[in-house]
């Protein structure tokens, strides 16, 4: 999400407010007034060009699954960039072979399950809705209309025309429309409105696919529930749809587990018929993808039908591979689940009048606030040297590195006590 642009340059270094105006200068103004501009880092810890340490409690937004400079991520890196760092999709790379095969098997997807690469959430998802377009087109269908892709209230599935046509937030989307026809959205955790949705097939074509994230991360980490999510796998059975979950934020250990869907408290215990994922995949460098579950969805596409120049690079591969073997070598999966549980529970009891309840799984979760005033409260955070994010004008998200400690979450808690309660709103 975009910046505040509560940052002044009155409040900022020599340094970060001389190059902030740079930045001004040649950077189109999409992002908002960048808060500081970062100079180096190192495991959970980042400083900004003046100097100012701050305790990163938002990992580039889910992305630092190893947080900054682990050695086996540099390694990877640069022994790849020393053979080879681009090749295109002509050919392939030993790193591209092996990260699908440890997704595959990370996700306990069936036999004939593929993977595709590409290098974003909103990319993942552009070909998650393609797929659902391929296996709409074989669905028996009266009405002439196209096959509906069916989405949920709060979603986000990212900002390219595809995306966006799933993604909930009226003021991001609608200046954009027309975007592409069939989407539908309803109601998050309402069986009777999904219900209702693949009862109007007769009239309004046939649905295709639901998408859904199982923790609705940019509405303010919000579980949908896993009653409702079981439900959508059992509509989508009987109707012959796809389920598709996007885990692009919470997948690669965020909730604990390598995907969320295999929490059985946000699933229910559902099997999707395809999964999303970005953001941690590489931890740090650009990568997305799709994994389709089973031979007869690993199928739709066919060769032409996508693609893209720097899907499944080499550099990207080496960094997924080497952040999924640190994942299972170093126990994150089990390091998410307990520093996730100290935080809401340390949130929960810390005694901050602001803080009405702390939510989340593993290492994604929010502090709720009494009042909207979010971007105020992540400002002094900031200020008083940590990173964390407003992500809804009653929710500060928090998604750290996995490598996070102990001692990092008593810090993390110790300053959001601190949080001033009568704080402006947004």
Not at 27 to 33: K, L, R, S
Not at 253 to 282: M, N, Y
Not at 326 to 354: F, H, M, V, Y
Request: proline share 6%; charged share 15%; aromatic share 6%.
């Amino acid at each position: 999400m975009a910046q505040s642009d509560d940052t002044t340059l009155e409040q900022l270094g020599p340094k970060d407010a001389a190059l902030l105006q740079q930045y001004s200068d040649v950077h189109m103004n999409v992002f908002g007034t960048p808060l500081r501009v970062m100079d180096h880092a190192q495991g959970t810890r980042i400083w900004d060009v003046d100097g100012n340490e701050y305790l990163d409690f938002l990992g580039g937004i889910a992305v630092n699954s190893l947080g900054y400079g682990h050695p086996a991520w540099i390694k990877a890196l640069t022994e790849q960039a020393n053979k080879v760092a681009h090749t295109s999709n002509y050919f392939a790379t030993v790193p591209q072979i092996t990260l699908a095969s440890k997704l595959i098997e990370k996700a306990g997807a069936p036999e004939g399950s593929l993977v595709y690469f590409g290098n974003s959430g909103a990319e993942a998802n552009e070909a998650a809705m393609k797929l659902a377009k391929l296996h709409g087109n074989t669905l028996p269908n009266n009405t002439g209309k196209p096959a509906r892709i069916i989405a949920l209230t709060h979603a986000f599935h990212g900002r390219t025309l595809g995306a966006l046509s799933i993604t909930w937030k009226p003021v991001i989307r609608e200046q954009f429309e027309p975007l592409v026809p069939g989407a539908q959205f309803v109601e998050a955790g309402n069986v009777q409105a999904l219900q209702d949705a693949f009862d109007a097939s007769d009239e309004q074509g046939p649905v295709a696919a639901v998408i859904m994230e199982l923790i609705q991360g940019e509405a303010g980490v919000l579980p949908v529930g896993a009653e409702f999510v079981k439900a959508a796998r059992q509509l989508c059975t009987e109707h012959g749809a796809l389920l598709i979950i996007d885990e692009v934020q919470t997948g690669i250990g965020r909730t604990g587990k390598w995907f969320a869907f295999q929490r059985e408290d946000l699933s229910g215990g559902i099997i999707p018929d395809a999964v999303t994922f970005a953001k941690g995949v590489a931890g740090g460098f650009p990568m997305g993808g799709l994994i389709a579950f089973g031979k007869r969805n690993s199928s739709l596409f066919t060769p032409g039908s996508h693609g893209s120049t720097f899907a499944g690079n080499p550099l990207g591969c080496a960094c997924g591979v080497a952040t999924i073997d640190t994942i299972e070598s170093e126990g994150l999966l089990a390091n998410a689940e307990e520093r996730g549980k100290q935080l809401r529970d340390g949130l929960a009891s810390c005694g901050n009048p602001l803080f009405t309840q702390s939510r989340g799984r593993g290492l994604l979760n929010a502090v709720v606030l009494a009042h909207p005033c979010a971007h105020a409260a992540a400002n002094w955070a900031l200020e008083h040297g940590l990173i964390v994010n407003p992500v809804a004008p009653h929710a500060l998200r928090m998604a750290p590195p996995l490598v996070v400690s102990e001692s990092d979450v008593d810090e993390a808690v110790s300053i959001l006590a601190k949080v001033p309660s009568d704080l402006p709103d947004d």
